[in-house]
């Protein structure tokens, strides 16, 4: 999934008042609804590993309409770039340094929840005022927020792949967009060949060699195969093992071997791949509804829009990853649970779940959601709408691998950039993504 920026970190901080300190011992009470009493003030840190100057100040806009309504809670805000989360995360976990509340992928979520560093929140799941109302998406979407069978995140919304083109470059190319609107994946390639022009500094495709970029190759893979899990056949061979993977592999990765793609792409993250799209640079960006915000600001109207995830003609269903963009969780350790289960309660409202959806540009967990006129119009309405969709096959990540957000950030990353860079074959990158799937399985499923 996202780096969103670079925000500087901040140690956490748990402001005392004087006077309290003076007259009584500092405790907390608890009401009936878990918020603190009048008797005390407690300060929750919050960490967000997406961060970007428009969701820095989205969450800033929240805390304060939260805090106006707690008085006795105050939320500090830090955040770390999306590229360094994973490791910072792991190693905090590990010293019992966590913030009480972070917000987390399906990867980080796995590596943090399985040694016990967060808490689980399967009760306040359960419990959730408006459970009612959530999208059949997010029930069916449970193990993306779980571990071990136990819920240990509270999903904030939903993001899901969707192609963003330049239509001025697609109709000077001689495309018509009715023409893409239910586009192959081999429709996808000639598109991105098409749109290259170097000698304009023009590419195809703003493509992510950088880390997490490898999800988008397992997506594609599933698409090709047919499957909904990355271990299909119940057994310690992955998708990664099948004998076409190679063929799709190189395939895929085409859109930078071939030059579709800018040279230095093979290094690209969220951050780089969006400012390739927004400046000119790549026709297509393979990304989530957040990034509509960003091409609203940036970019002039009626020069791009978003496409349906390309399909594998034959199957018949479509499948895609999607997930939460960045649930939230609460350290095991923490000394605030209560308050800061009272601070995501409040942010997984149905009422503040469609503002923080609106304005980040993810889809709600909620029906009602969904239904409103923001998720039923322009390029918006496809996302909302795909979610919707009978005919859609959810291929899974791996969960049951403690180490897949390590994975997707770091090994994956350091094999496919090999390939990418011409110092290792296809068929070697394949077979060492192959093993280390098989020996991941083996140790954490099968034990052995």
């Known amino acids: 999934m996202h780096e969103r920026g670079n925000v500087k970190m901040k140690k956490p901080k748990v402001f005392l008042l004087a006077a309290l300190l003076l007259a009584v011992p500092a405790f907390v009470a608890w009401s009936g609804s878990g918020a603190c009493s009048a008797e005390s003030v407690t300060t929750i840190s919050f960490l967000d590993v997406m961060p970007s100057p428009e969701r820095t100040a989205l969450f800033h806009d929240l805390i304060t ?103 001025d470059w697609l109709a000077d190319a001689g495309y018509k967009l009715d023409d893409l609107r239910h586009w192959t994946w081999d429709q996808y390639f000639e598109v991105n060949k098409k749109l290259t022009d170097p000698s304009k500094n023009r590419f195809g495709c703003a493509f992510r060699g950088g880390p997490n970029g490898g999800l988008r190759f397992f997506e594609y893979l599933g698409s090709m195969l047919e499957v909904t899990s990355a271990f299909p056949n119940g057994n310690d061979k992955s998708i990664y093992s099948d004998p076409r993977a190679v063929d799709y592999f190189k395939k895929f990765y085409s859109l930078y071997t071939d030059g579709y793609a800018p040279k230095d792409s093979i290094n690209w993250g969220f951050k780089e791949m ?27 109207d009626g020069t791009w829009t978003v496409l349906p995830q390309p399909v594998n003609p034959n199957a018949k269903k479509t499948s895609f990853v999607w997930g939460y963009s960045g649930a939230y969780a ?47 119009k322009g390029v918006m309405k496809g996302y909302a709408d795909a979610l919707l969709d009978p005919n859609i096959q959810y291929l899974k990540q791996p969960n049951e691998l403690s180490q897949w957000g390590y994975f997707l950030a770091e090994y994956n990353k350091n094999e496919v950039q090999k390939y990418m860079a011409g110092q290792q074959t296809a068929e070697q990158t394949m077979a060492n993504l192959s093993k280390w799937m098989t020996d991941q399985y083996d140790k954490d499923v099968l034990h052995k």
């Open 65 to 167: 309409e939260f805090e106006a309504g707690h008085p006795t809670i105050k939320v500090e805000y830090t955040s770390v770039p999306w590229e360094e989360a994973y490791k910072k995360l792991v190693a905090m976990g590990a010293s019992q340094t966590l913030p009480d509340i972070i917000t987390c992928d399906v990867g980080i979520l796995q590596s943090l929840a399985k040694p016990g560093w967060l808490l689980n929140l399967d009760k306040q799941f359960n419990s959730l005022p408006f459970k009612d109302d959530l999208t059949v998406a997010t029930l069916a979407s449970k193990d993306s927020f779980s571990a071990m069978g136990k819920v240990y995140a509270i999903p904030d919304g939903y993001l899901c792949q969707g192609i963003f083109v330049r239509t």
């Open 274 to 300: 969006v400012q390739g799209f927004v400046d000119g640079q790549c026709g297509t960006l393979n990304q989530t509804p957040e990034v509509t915000v960003t091409c609203q600001k940036e970019m002039v």
């Open 330 to 376: 609460i350290s095991a350790h923490s000394k605030n649970a209560k308050p800061a289960w009272t601070f995501i309660e409040w942010l997984s409202s149905s009422k503040t779940n469609l503002e923080y959806s609106t304005r980040f540009g993810c889809l709600p967990i909620y029906k009602s959601g969904l239904k409103d006129p923001f998720f039923q």
